[in-house]
């Protein structure tokens, strides 16, 4: 779908929007520092636990509890966590590096040698991660190469005490205060 490349701007008509470089967009967006979460569930055609790291969380209402994030189009492990009845979202820790690494890489067994325990919900809470985040997936809108993802919160907490992991720059970190 997309959004426009031109639209109206009061009553002097259309304004054309110039085209930004995406390496460029990307250079600049990245001095923006995001924690990363992981997203996982239970995938239902084959009982196996499934998941993808994303930077681009966020709450968006507390009346009804609503979290968002945002998904890449070509993505292979969303339509695995979309059929799921309950997503998790992880907070990630700093010291859960390879862990993000291993989410965020294309195919394979993304769980191999990963620790969890399910939740209320029964998606994977990763072991280490500072908070768990039950959803349910309530809308779903097309923005350029993403999705973005609209999901209602239907239980969370905290789950163990560290640092957030932080990307910025194209690079892992912590934050210390």
Known sequence: MGIPLSRKVGRGGARRIPAVNPQHFR????????????????????????????????????????VSFCVSETSTSWPRLRAAETLCVNVLADHQRQVCERLAAPGGDKFAGVSWTPSPGGAPVLDGA????????????????????????T???????????????????????
Do not use: K, M, Q
């Open 27 to 66: 250079n600049v967006l990245g001095r923006y520092a995001a924690g990363v979460v992981a997203v996982t569930a239970i995938d239902p055609r084959g009982g196996e636990p499934c998941g993808l790291a994303v930077g681009s969380f966020a709450s968006v209402s507390l009346d009804p509890p609503l």
């Open 130 to 153: 500072l908070a768990w985040i039950d959803c349910v997936v309530v809308a779903e809108h097309p923005a350029g190469d993403h999705v973005i993802v609209v999901a209602r919160v």
């Open 155 to 177: 239980g969370l907490d905290r789950y163990d005490d560290g640092d957030p992991l932080v990307f910025f720059r194209g690079s892992y970190g912590g934050f210390r205060p």
